[in-house]
């Protein structure tokens, strides 16, 4: 298991690197003003897109492309490092066309859809003239399991009728999504992972309406606004069936590997982005006659930080090779580690971040109160901590020794503080 870095992948580090210096990073306070204040579209945008695909900075996510697509087909292990770099702001990946979730959408589109729905779903994601939303978690269940899905896909000849509520549904709310990928119950009396199906549906169908958009924490994503829809008999052609009827439970699994791994990736870059902003804050302030970065807390506080975004970014690593290696079953139980520990990692360093900055730190002014909401936000979203750290932990080999028989006792069974309360 090597982690070298590539030539190709070292030369296109390099690329992202300028260009997001260059390019993106100083119209970030463009960005606030328009979007977040203004509540409008950013006017640079476009070009800056055009820019970045001009230069082949373009779909770096998507290692699977066909020939006539556009991208870069890196590998997962060689994404690693540029979405890094996108992710130190909010809009970062959005410039590369490199956003959640229609990259994961994408590679959904491409292992399941069929040559016609590629053209009409896949191929605009892929020219980045659409967007689009994954609908699977509801508000009347508990999503963490999500066989729980009550939303119903009811087939009748040649056509396929929905009803049901969703919410969290990231990016539905957007005013260029033209479509959903919906997740119900197609065959309530298969086995419990076997009822459910995926559905491609245009957000123009009428019974669909976006009854609000979400916010987490008072935080919003711009990016990729958060819908509640409401689905009330919405029809579509039964050819809108994403994959297999009946497999949609194994289906949503190709693209939320990818999706929890590029999250993490993400992670990492808004990490580095508060240790740099908690260096600059402690250094240019002074406190009780000393400046703040001079105080012991304040030099653990970094230096904890760099031991956990090193340890995590090598897992992160780990995770993109097992994947790169077709290892989807190898790497399910790798993922969910990173998937507990990435924003357990990023909500403590943010946190320390808001302390260090004061009441400054909760402003619009910095994306401090960002990283935090999306790193407690991370902790449930794509699955809560709990599941993964169940499936952890059925997954662990159980020894098949009893303590008392233990090689690892000093004394022997029977004697010492093991005797039984018998004795």
Not at 74 to 79: C, S, V
Not at 120 to 137: E, K, V, Y
Not at 182 to 190: A, E, L, T
Request: hydrophobic share 45%; net charge negative; with cysteine.
């Amino acid at each position: 298991m090597r982690f070298d870095t590539s030539n190709r992948s070292a030369a296109m580090e390099s690329r992202v690197s300028a260009f997001f210096e260059r390019e993106v990073l100083p119209r970030h306070r463009d960005w606030v003003e328009q979007v977040m204040r203004q509540g409008r579209p950013a006017d640079f945008l476009p070009a800056l897109r055009d820019k970045a695909r001009a230069e082949g900075l373009w779909n770096l996510a998507l290692p699977a492309l066909g020939d006539d697509e556009p991208g870069t087909r890196l590998t997962n292990l060689e994404f690693a490092p540029l979405a890094e770099i996108m992710g130190k702001l909010p809009w970062g990946s959005q410039v590369f066309n490199c956003q959640a979730p229609d990259v994961p959408n994408m590679a959904m589109l491409q292992a399941l859809a069929t040559p016609e729905q590629k053209a009409r779903w896949l191929d605009p994601l892929l020219d980045g003239t659409t967007r689009s939303a994954f609908a699977m978690t509801e508000p009347d269940v508990a999503s963490s399991d999500a066989s729980n899905i009550a939303t119903r896909l009811d087939f009748d000849g040649d056509s396929i009728r929905i009803n049901g509520r969703k919410w969290f549904a990231t990016g539905g709310a957007h005013p260029d999504c033209s479509f959903l990928i919906v997740m119900g119950i197609s065959d309530p009396d298969n086995a419990r992972t076997a009822r459910q199906s995926m559905v491609l549906v245009p957000t123009d169908t009428p019974g669909l309406t976006v009854t609000r958009e979400l916010s987490y924490l008072g935080w919003e994503d711009h990016v990729a606004p958060i819908a509640q829809i409401e689905l009330n008999d919405v029809i579509v052609p039964a050819e809108n069936l994403l994959g297999e009827r009946g497999r949609g439970f194994k289906g949503a699994q190709v693209r939320l590997g990818p999706a929890r791994i590029h999250h993490a990736m993400r992670c990492i870059g808004l990490a580095e982005m508060l240790v740099e902003l908690m260096i600059v804050r402690a250094r240019e302030r002074t406190a009780f006659g000393r400046a703040v970065i001079d105080y012991d807390t304040i030099q653990r506080w970094i230096g904890e930080a760099r031991v956990d975004i090193d340890m995590n970014r090598l897992a992160i690593q780990r995770c993109a090779w097992l994947l790169d290696q077709g290892g989807d079953t190898a790497s399910w139980r790798p993922v969910s580690m990173i998937k507990v520990s990435v924003p357990n990692m990023l909500q403590k360093i943010a946190d320390r971040a808001l302390q260090i900055f004061g009441a400054m730190g909760g402003l619009d002014d910095l994306p401090i109160h960002h990283a935090f909401a999306y790193a407690r936000w991370f902790r449930i979203g794509d699955g809560p901590d709990e599941v993964h750290l169940r499936q952890i932990f059925r997954s662990e080999p159980q020894p098949g020794w009893s303590l008392a028989d233990s090689p690892y006792l000093a004394v022997p069974a029977g004697t010492g503080p093991m005797r039984s309360a018998a004795e």
